[in-house]
């Protein structure tokens, strides 16, 4: 019998709800071939709401979210509110309280698509980045003292625990050791500076790879990641770091993989629900214009197909997205496609 799938959907600002929409589109299509069924449930989040009421995230939204087979998130962000009031009571608070520990981003380029990488191309770039998603400097612990004064103090601190270390470690093995590549899972981070933190990652890193002889492993520090994620990303299969520094090394990704209009990531708690996303954010001055790319979003809808079990719908979707990447777009950045935002999703239906 096939499934029906309870889909929470937070289209978002700016660009969001364009490019969510062209997503729900192709998944609507896969139902009517015959591929799993879909309930979708829209919740106005976002900056305008924010706006205009005050609202940020209710409890009520948050725990019927909590009951969703999975969500759909299009983009937080506004330009009208000021930075980190959207980013931390709606995005960072959903990946907190549905304890989406994991966010899981790859890095693959497909064939025809542009990377500003020379001499590189689809068998040199493609790996994972498995992303701590609810602790370190992004916990939101610290204050100012004295603030506005010359006295002035600001501290930020950064969380780690060994429980939030460990299931995201155990996570990244399994991923790994699941993943058809060289099953090679390299910790990144920071053990020369960041004594006490990378202390803890590195004892449990070594205490897990005991339970996986099949995977073989190595440390990296992060500068020394960006590098060579540049110079030679063939050495990469999965990547495992803590939230800030995997934050800053996937946007690095996302430009290698052909940039925002493709990357997509998801937020997962493996016991629980997860969240997909396109990872470029809400473009506000291309809101409403029919230009940007959803070829993200459409690919973080691919990526929930997979995480429900859905592989053969999966599997036909990706093809989809890589034959339109390949054969018709010009270019994947807003505006240069040779397409707006609709006919991109109507391309990719095609070739469903
Ligand atoms: C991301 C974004 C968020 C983050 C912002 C919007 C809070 O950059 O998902 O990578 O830093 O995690
Ligand atoms: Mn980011």
């Known amino acids: ?186 910790l990144c981070g920071k053990i020369n500076v960041l004594t006490y933190e990378f202390d803890l990652w590195n004892r449990v890193f070594q205490e897990v790879l005991e339970e996986y002889p099949d995977v073989t492993t190595d440390y990296q520090h992060v500068d020394a990641i960006c590098m060579w994620m540049v110079k030679n990303p063939e050495m990469f299969d999965v990547i495992v770091t803590n939230n800030m520094f995997g934050d800053i090394i996937t946007d690095l990704g996302a430009i290698i993989q052909g940039g925002l209009g493709i990357a997509a990531g998801g937020n997962i708690n493996p016991h629980g629900t997860a969240m997909f996303e396109p990872i470029g954010g809400s473009a506000p001055k291309y809101a409403g214009l029919n230009k940007i790319n959803p070829i993200a979003a459409i690919s973080a809808a691919q990526m929930m197909l997979d995480y429900l079990g859905e592989k053969e719908a999966a599997r036909v979707l990706l093809n989809a997205i890589k034959k339109v990447v390949k054969d018709d777009l010009k270019s994947l950045e807003a505006g240069k496609m040779g397409y707006g935002t609709k006919e991109v999703g109507d391309l990719v239906v095609g070739y469903l």
């Open 1 to 186: 019998m096939t499934k029906e799938y309870n889909i929470g959907v937070i289209p978002g600002d700016g660009t969001g709800p364009e490019v969510v929409a062209e997503a729900i589109k192709v998944l609507e299509v896969i139902s009517l071939k015959g591929g799993p069924k879909f309930r979708f449930t829209s919740y106005g989040l976002g900056g305008e709401r924010y706006l205009k009421t005050g609202e940020l995230l209710s409890d009520s939204i948050l725990s019927e979210l909590k009951e969703m087979d999975s969500i759909c998130l299009g983009a937080i962000g506004h330009p009208d509110v000021r930075p980190g009031i959207l980013e931390r009571e709606i995005l960072l608070r959903l990946r907190f309280e549905l304890d989406l520990y994991i966010n899981l981003r790859p890095v693959a380029l497909f064939p025809g698509v542009y990377t500003p990488l020379k001499d590189k191309g689809p068998e040199d770039i493609d790996f994972v980045v498995v992303r701590e998603n609810t602790e370190g400097l992004y916990a939101g612990g610290g204050g100012f003292l004295k603030r506005g004064s010359p006295d002035e103090v600001a501290i930020q601190e950064s969380i780690t625990t060994r429980k939030g270390v460990e299931r995201c470690i155990r996570f990244a093995f399994e991923y790994c050791l699941n993943r058809n590549k060289d099953k090679h899972l390299t």
